[in-house]
């Protein structure tokens, strides 16, 4: 049989926590002619489809499962991955395949990717983080109600997951809104996409993006308008707390934020 064109081309994965802007580059990748996308997956059953016999197994019967089962359960993931590659490489397009790392390293408190390291065991895999300023983070989790804690439980997760990435490029979603043309060609490139399928003005893009509306997420972005938006409200503890944290410090100077609550997100 010949090989299908492109079957042995990397799946390209997208990395970032919650309510840091990664639905909204997630989009952007989407409208590129040579993308097929899938959102938020991850490998964990219990993220599966309400209807998806593997999840509700994992949600019912979790303890039933032993380490064969959970093994025999990841090569059927893998097994389905591989038919979206093959479907993707039919179609000259790359499978693009978008995390969902909250689980890792916000639930779980894990160290790794689940997906980046499982979908290597089988195909070659190139990553991309992408990050948000760690105080809009917290700010967004706690406002949207997934975190009703102290900063320190987001920064320390997002320190975690920047050291599992660490060996990978990053992008900041405070580059994309602030020149998204620009920003999705360089982010394609990073995929191993063609930028010359990206829409070539803003307005186009966001006219595109719009027509994607079928994709999971989006917890704090209702518009389809690629803006940058002011900063919440940060409590007087939340900005003590960050001039308490070393953690925090350490993660704007690894990203090159401004670790003022005040100051603009980007450092000068």
Do not use: I
């Not at 994992?58 to 591989?82: C, K, Q």
């Not at 992408?130 to 997760?157: E, I």
Request: with cysteine; net charge negative.
């Amino acid at each position: 049989m010949k090989p299908e064109p492109h079957a042995e081309a990397p799946v390209a994965t997208l990395h970032h926590l919650a309510n840091s802007g990664g639905t909204l580059l997630t989009r952007a990748v989407a409208v590129l002619a040579d993308a097929l996308v899938l959102s938020e997956v991850h490998p964990d059953r219990e993220l599966a489809w309400l209807y998806h016999p593997f999840r509700q197994m994992a949600v019912g019967y979790g303890a039933l499962l032993d380490d064969t089962d959970r093994a025999a359960l990841d090569r059927h993931f893998l097994d389905e991955m591989g038919v979206c590659r093959c479907v993707a490489a039919r179609h000259g397009r790359r499978l693009v395949v978008r995390d969902h790392a909250q689980t890792d390293f916000f639930t779980h408190g894990r160290r790794a990717s689940r997906l980046r390291g499982l979908l290597a065991e089988r195909f070659p895999v190139v990553p991309v983080a992408t990050v948000r300023h760690p105080l809009d983070v917290y700010l967004a989790m706690r406002d949207n109600g997934l975190h009703d804690g102290a900063p320190d439980a987001v920064f320390d997760a997002l320190a975690a997951f920047l050291d599992a990435f660490a060996d990978c490029p990053v992008m900041r979603y405070e580059s994309f809104v602030d020149d998204p043309v620009a920003a999705l060609a360089h982010l394609a490139g990073l995929l191993g996409l063609d930028p010359a399928g990206a829409p070539p003005d803003r307005a186009a893009l966001e006219a595109a993006m719009a027509r994607v509306d079928w994709m999971t997420g989006a917890g704090g972005r209702r518009s389809a308008t690629v803006a940058g938006r002011p900063r919440r409200e940060v409590a007087r503890f939340e900005v003590l707390a960050c001039a308490k944290s070393p953690v925090y410090a350490d993660l704007c100077a690894r990203l090159g934020y401004a670790p003022d609550p005040a100051a603009s997100p980007l450092a000068q």
